[in-house]
């Protein structure tokens, strides 16, 4: 008697693929051998024809199982060739970003919003690709792209943007010439991308940042005091200030920069400082110390 034929969990058959497990289901659904029922997975008359059939266990209950040969199926084979880009495999073409940081550049291009589920497609982004996706285990919402979704320029070059933070440097012609400097001295200004122009890297960065998590912010805000001191950014929502501190202050800026932490401190105000240090992990950083204050992004 033939031994039984093994038989491979849709996760399992997933790994023998290598193809993400989400995108499984999505191809399955599509081809119509599953559909989805409350909670969970069922066969369709498709599926079983294919070979799918249910298994128990005290852990998972009943699930659906396939047979192993079943990885060799002319279709199943093709997804190899098509496969999907989630924010998360998107990372490893740009390490400095985070899934969450891709995710709000997205969103900023108008290609996805962020709803009560998860990231939900708009028509933009359906119209560059997008596959509105739904996990199995959690019924979040996510959103996964073509694999030559990279080769769009546009993407490419905003992803790229965020993931070095090169400034984009441009001679400001708005701003009064120091009679002091060398004639030669051109003065530099960064622009952040809501427009904002700021003086350094690091302001830059903590500016998109903000942007890109869709907080309202102003830029050399003035602290509620007769004694005019500016902070370099405020956040309304949650009233937090945000002040950079760079590798070399001038000494002229240092003293006022101990002073306005004394303000601070006296009037008990919400604050955070951002050092040059944390430019590579302003996610971490900015997100942690705005969630200390309540604010969650």
Aim: proline share 5%; aromatic share 10%.
């Amino acid at each position: 008697m033939p031994p039984e034929e093994e038989k491979l969990s849709t996760t399992a058959l997933a790994k023998k693929l290598d193809i993400p497990v989400q995108q499984l289901f999505a191809v399955l659904k599509d081809y119509g051998w599953i559909q989805r029922t409350q909670d969970s997975w069922a066969l369709t008359p498709k599926g079983e024809y294919e070979g799918g059939s249910y298994q128990s266990s005290r852990r998972y209950g009943s699930y659906i199982v396939w047979p192993e040969q079943l990885a060799q199926h002319p279709l199943l084979q093709a997804i190899e060739s098509n496969q999907r880009l989630t924010a998360a495999s998107l990372s490893r073409n740009y390490p400095h970003l985070q899934a969450r940081q891709i995710n709000r550049v997205l969103a900023e291009l108008g290609l996805q919003h962020h709803g009560i589920q998860g990231w939900e497609l708009t028509k933009l982004g359906r119209a560059w690709g997008g596959l509105q996706e739904e996990s199995n285990s959690s019924g979040a919402f996510h959103i996964t792209w073509p694999g030559e979704f990279t080769d769009n320029p546009v993407i490419h070059r905003e992803l790229s943007r965020q993931s070095t933070q090169l400034p984009a440097r441009v001679a400001s012609g708005d701003v009064e010439p120091d009679l002091f400097a060398n004639a030669n001295t051109v003065i530099d200004r960064y622009h952040g991308l809501d427009g904002h122009e700021l003086g350094t890297p690091l302001q830059e960065a903590v500016c998109n940042w903000l942007y890109l998590a869709q907080l309202a912010h102003a830029i050399h805000r003035a602290l509620p005091t007769q004694e005019l001191v500016y902070a370099d950014f405020y956040v309304p929502v949650g009233h937090v200030y945000i002040d950079c501190w760079e590798t070399d202050v001038p000494a002229g800026e240092l003293s006022g920069k101990f002073r306005k932490r004394e303000l601070y401190r006296t009037l008990e105000l919400r604050h955070l400082e951002i050092n040059a240090g944390d430019a590579a992990h302003l996610d971490e950083v900015l997100g942690r110390g705005l969630l200390a204050f309540g604010i969650r992004v």
